[in-house]
Nanobody, 130 residues
Framework: QVHLVESGGGSVQAGGSLSLSCAAS????????MAWFRQAPGKEREGVAR????????NYADSVKGRFTIPQDNAKNTVYLQMNGLKPEDTARYYC???????????????????????WGQGTQVTVSS
C-alpha cells in the first residue's frame, strides 16, 4: 500500500507564497503521474497541476498558470506545489494524487475522470486572506 503524505499548508495573506509537499511512503514505488487537486467549500474538486515524472511534462489549470509550479525531487520521491501570488480564491483543501499511467492517460485523468489516480493524500488546508 502506498501512502501519500502531504505537508505545508497554512494561512497567508494575498500575494504571499506557500509550498506544499507530497511524499510517497513506499520508496520502492515511484508513481509516474502525480497531481495536485483542490476543493473549496461548496465546490467540486478541481485539478491544479500535474507532472509526468518520467519526462517532467507538466500541465496547469488556467487559473494558476504563471503563479504555481509543480517541481519534483526524485531522490526524496516527493512532488511539490510551489504557490506564488496567492489569491483569496485559491483558498481550498489541497490534495495530492498519484498513479501508474501512460503520459496520455495522465493528461486525461488530470483533466477528466481521475480514474487513474489510485492513491490520494489526506489533504492540507490553504487559506488566503485579502
Amino acid at each position: 500500500q502506498v501512502h501519500l503524505v502531504e505537508s505545508g499548508g497554512g494561512s497567508v495573506q494575498a500575494g504571499g507564497s506557500l509550498s506544499l509537499s507530497c511524499a510517497a511512503s513506499a520508496y520502492s514505488y515511484r508513481p509516474n503521474c502525480m497531481a495536485w487537486f483542490r476543493q473549496a467549500p461548496g465546490k467540486e474538486r478541481e485539478g491544479v497541476a500535474r507532472i509526468y515524472r518520467d519526462t517532467g511534462s507538466t500541465n496547469y489549470a488556467d487559473s494558476v498558470k504563471g503563479r504555481f509550479t509543480i517541481p519534483q525531487d526524485n531522490a526524496k520521491n516527493t512532488v511539490y506545489l510551489q504557490m506564488n501570488g496567492l489569491k483569496p480564491e485559491d483558498t481550498a483543501r489541497y490534495y495530492c494524487a498519484a498513479g501508474p499511467m501512460s503520459p496520455s492517460a495522465c493528461t486525461f485523468a488530470f483533466a477528466g475522470d481521475r480514474a487513474g489516480f489510485r492513491y490520494w493524500g489526506q489533504g492540507t488546508q490553504v487559506t488566503v486572506s485579502s
